[in-house]
């Protein structure tokens, strides 16, 4: 099946500095990126996505880029604020005939200080 | 539009008994997988359902089983609970079924075993 790995666990930054987070996939079927941002206590929420067809997707301080060849895909967040600390995971989704799986990333910690 | 909501919110069960979690996905989505999130294993799959058939199933014993309604409304059942269940467990809902499209999460039940 799918593994999705995730690198660092923790990230700690200046605000204002930017953070970039890295994941690698194992199964080149794998077709859709999603990448979500949990705060403390609260749900996961989707920040930002990118499809295998496309290279890079930016939104506001957010981009995403990703490598098909290479298996991997990075989150980057520049200019960061204090909001920004959470957690973060990558995801993989491949198609398994009719039905599909969304495998996680083992999450990075982002700590934004002042 | 209302978000993915989730009952109950805290559960507190001991050994051996048995647990109910319901998900109400948001209003259209037809889709609804459910999660199991832990410090030590992150966010792991457990099942999807779509038109009130599971569609996929991730790698958990028999012991954690299903089930959607028509109303796409849906319930996970774990029996003879086990100190490892200990977990927050999250429903997410989506569109169309598979994982090539974002998943909306709700903000989890969360289970405690003494």
């Known amino acids: 099946g799918e593994n999705v790995e995730q690198h660092p666990s923790t990230l700690s930054v200046q605000e204002g500095d930017s953070a970039v987070i890295k994941c690698t996939y194992s199964d080149s079927a794998s077709n859709y990126f999603p990448w979500y941002k949990q705060e403390l206590g609260k749900r996961p929420q989707l920040i930002i996505d990118i499809r295998s067809n496309v290279g890079e997707k930016k939104d506001q301080r957010i981009a995403v880029t990703l490598n098909k060849t290479a298996k991997h895909f990075s989150l980057h967040i520049t200019e960061t604020q204090p909001e920004d600390s959470a957690v973060y995971f990558c995801a993989a989704s491949y198609p398994t005939g009719t039905a599909s799986k969304l495998t996680f990333g083992t999450g990075t910690r982002l700590q934004v200080t002042l | 539009k209302a978000g993915v909501t989730q009952t109950p919110r805290y559960l507190i069960k001991t050994r051996g008994q048995q647990v109910t979690l319901s998900c109400s996905p948001i209003?259209?989505?037809?889709?609804v997988s459910w999660y199991q999130q832990t410090p030590g294993q992150g966010l792991q799959f457990l099942f999807e359902?779509?038109?009130?058939?599971?569609?996929n199933k991730g790698n958990f014993p028999g012991r954690f089983s299903g089930r959607q309604f028509s109303n796409s409304r849906s319930e996970m059942n774990v029996s003879t609970l086990e100190l490892g269940d200990s977990a927050l467990y999250l429903c997410a809902s989506s569109l169309g079924q598979g994982f090539d499209q974002p998943q909306h999460f709700g903000d989890g039940t969360r289970l405690s075993i003494l």
């Open positions: 359902y779509f038109s009130e058939t599971q569609r």
């Open positions: 209003s259209g989505h037809r889709s």
